[in-house]
C-alpha cells in the first residue's frame, strides 16, 4: 500500500544541489529546498514540479499543478485523490483548475521523464523546450 502514494526519490543527495551551475534546475532545486525545509531532505520529484509549474506555494497553486500534470497525462491515483479533494475544498477555484488542466493539455508531455538527469540544464530553457506556462 505504501507505493500507491509514496513517489520515487532521488538519485542525488540535497548537498551535491550546490555544485550545479547557476540558473540550472539544480541549483535552483538546491535553492528552494534550503530555502523551504530546515532539515534538508532528499529532493523529490514533486519538487521539480513545484519549480516547473508553480510561483507560489499556496493551497490553489498546489492543486493547480495536479491539474496541470493530470491534463499532461500523469493521472495516477495519488494525483486524482488530490485534484477530487481540491474540488470539494475549492470549488470558486474550478475556473482556475480547468485552465490548468488545459494548460497541461498543450505542453510537451513530461511528467514521465527522468528529471534527475536535466539537473544540469537551465530552467528556462526546460520550461521552453516543454512549452510549460
Do not use: W
Not at 544541489?17 to 529532493?43: C, E, I, M, V, W
Request: glycine share 8%; hydrophobic share 35%; net charge positive.
Amino acid at each position: 500500500m505504501k507505493t500507491l502514494f509514496k513517489t520515487k526519490e532521488a538519485p542525488v543527495a540535497t548537498a551535491a544541489l550546490n555544485h550545479y551551475p547557476q540558473g540550472s534546475l539544480g541549483f535552483h532545486l538546491g535553492k528552494y529546498l534550503r530555502k523551504n525545509y530546515k532539515t534538508g531532505p532528499a529532493p523529490d520529484v514533486e519538487d521539480v514540479f513545484r519549480l516547473l509549474l508553480t510561483t507560489d506555494a499556496s493551497n490553489k497553486e498546489e492543486i493547480g499543478m495536479h491539474y496541470y500534470l493530470s491534463g499532461n497525462g500523469d493521472t495516477g491515483l495519488r494525483r486524482l485523490m488530490i485534484m477530487g479533494v481540491g474540488a470539494l475544498c475549492y470549488p470558486h477555484r474550478l475556473v482556475y483548475f480547468c485552465k490548468r488542466y488545459r494548460d497541461g493539455r498543450k505542453a510537451l508531455r513530461f511528467f514521465d521523464l527522468d528529471h534527475y538527469r536535466m539537473l544540469h540544464l537551465p530552467l528556462e530553457r526546460i520550461k521552453d523546450a516543454f512549452l510549460i506556462r
